[in-house]
């Protein structure tokens, strides 16, 4: 773009900011070291586990939803960054600490962590305009929290990149009678152990990575689960996990589900994902809008076309995340090098909405535009194409897709395989424990 070095704000310090920042600071000869803000006061983002739910001791909310005994649904050999791999003598599925363990390893030696700001609060983010009403950066304003008074910061910047998760304020659905239950009502955001529900009968809502699990967490421990969910049944719960439609009804201590039975639950456990937001932005002022699926209109699914200088990094789901947001910086970084020119503002829209309708008359959702599930592959290497870097490898796709495999055909073995990579385009499966898959009933 521009012959000067830019600034470039980052917006959140977990995965995504990181590798946004790693990436800044290696091209040195266009852009200033960046300046990462993070609200909370460790690096990392939703890889930090606290006991704490709710607020913390000065009130800010806890943003972690992260719980004690989590490990990946994903093989750290498709985990990793493509620059900066896993300890090999490590399992392929991680527990959190690894995954944190990991990521401050990268802040470290990509020498990060002197440019995160800790408990900055980005309150707002505004366009600036030139003497001929031509885009002139950002005006990014923070408040800065330390040892309990408040600092109000304004800064200029060239560039935004909003990397801020979509793991923090849980969804609600629209339950009917949901506000009546009168047992304990949570959503898994707010969930850490077992323990506490050991001789209750709880019931999950939501059959996605985090009810699954926890079905699994509690079934040794709760007198009765019950997995409530509208898609096909999951193989290789415990047996005595109930898996039954999705709810119709809640009238205070009686569940109502969709098959006309009912159960009077001492716990109801809201599994059922997050929502969005961006209270730093005025959407409809940069030519956006919220959505169904989040906030669009985007190209690339993390462009404003409007305001080709604000970039939201990892907004997509079901893929394998650290790859994703490896692509989506560097073709970012692209765009502001001036190695990868963009079409109008007008096409941008174009574009994004014609992906959209495409998306719609095949029958997807609207809620789940974002969930690229395969297409994350061709997306991942259209990026590589535009902005010219070179593609994931190969391996990453054929793991990603073998695990995803054995987790449908069992959730409560699929963990125990590791994976080792032999090459870009070359791995194998190593079964941990000694068994053969065939005799577990877990082959693919």
């Known amino acids: 773009m521009a012959s000067k070095k830019l600034r470039v704000a980052v917006i959140g310090a977990g995965a995504a900011g990181l590798c946004a920042a790693r990436h800044i600071l290696t091209y040195c000869d266009t852009f200033h070291p960046p300046v990462?803000?993070?609200?909370?006061?460790?690096?990392?983002?939703?890889?930090?586990?606290?006991?704490?739910?709710?607020?913390?001791?000065?009130?800010?909310?806890i943003h972690s939803s992260m719980y004690h005994n989590l490990r990946t649904n994903l093989p750290k050999e498709v985990m990793a960054f493509p620059d900066f791999p896993f300890d090999p003598s490590l399992p392929s599925f991680l527990h959190h600490s690894d995954m944190l363990a990991y990521l401050e390893s990268y802040a470290e030696q990509s020498g990060i962590q002197d440019h995160v700001r800790f408990r900055w609060q980005v309150d707002d983010v505004m366009p600036l305009l030139g003497e001929q009403g031509t885009a002139s950066g950002w005006d990014l304003k923070s408040t800065v929290r330390r040892s309990g008074s408040t600092q109000h910061v304004s800064e200029h910047f060239d560039a935004i990149m909003v990397c801020t998760g979509h793991y923090a304020i849980p969804f609600i659905p629209p339950i009917p009678g949901l506000d009546s239950f009168q047992g304990c009502l949570l959503h898994s955001h707010s969930y850490r152990h077992p323990?506490?529900?050991?001789?209750?009968?709880?019931?999950?809502?939501?059959?996605?990575?985090?009810?699954v699990d926890l079905a699994l967490q509690l079934s040794p421990v709760a007198a009765r689960v019950v997995l409530s969910h509208q898609g096909s049944p999951v193989c290789g719960l415990p047996k005595d996990v109930l898996q039954v439609p999705r709810i119709l009804k809640v009238a205070k201590e009686t569940v109502v589900f969709g098959d006309g039975s009912a159960l009077q639950p001492d716990v109801l456990i809201l599994c059922t994902g997050y929502q969005y937001r961006f209270p730093f932005l005025a959407l409809a002022q940069l030519g956006l809008q919220e959505t169904d699926y989040g906030v669009?209109?985007?190209?690339?699914?993390?462009?404003?076309?409007?305001?080709?200088?604000?970039?939201?990094?990892g907004l997509c789901q079901q893929i394998c995340p650290f790859p994703h947001f490896h692509c989506q910086v560097l073709f970012a970084l692209a765009v502001l090098r001036g190695h990868c020119l963009l079409p109008s503002a007008a096409e941008m829209e174009a574009d994004a909405q014609g992906q959209l309708d495409r998306y719609l008359r095949e029958g997807g959702l609207?809620?789940?535009f974002l969930r690229l599930k395969a297409q994350q592959w061709s997306y991942a290497e259209e990026l590589a194409q535009l902005a010219g870097f070179p593609p994931l490898p190969p391996a990453v796709r054929e793991i990603y897709e073998a695990t995803r495999a054995r987790r449908l055909h069992n959730v409560g073995t699929y963990r125990d395989l590791k994976y080792r990579l032999l090459g870009p385009d070359a791995w194998e499966e190593v079964w941990d424990s000694g068994r053969d898959p065939e005799e577990d009933g877990s082959a693919e």
Do not use: C, N
């Not at 529900?197 to 985090?210: H, I, K, P």
């Open 195 to 211: 323990e506490p529900f050991a001789g209750l009968t709880v019931v999950l809502v939501g059959a996605g990575a985090s009810g």
């Open 36 to 61: 990462v803000y993070e609200a909370s006061d460790r690096l990392g983002g939703t890889w930090v586990y606290t006991e704490q739910t709710g607020e913390d001791a000065e009130g800010w909310p």
């Open 296 to 313: 669009g209109p985007l190209y690339r699914h993390l462009l404003a076309p409007r305001h080709p200088s604000l970039f939201f990094i």
């Open 366 to 368: 609207p809620k789940h």
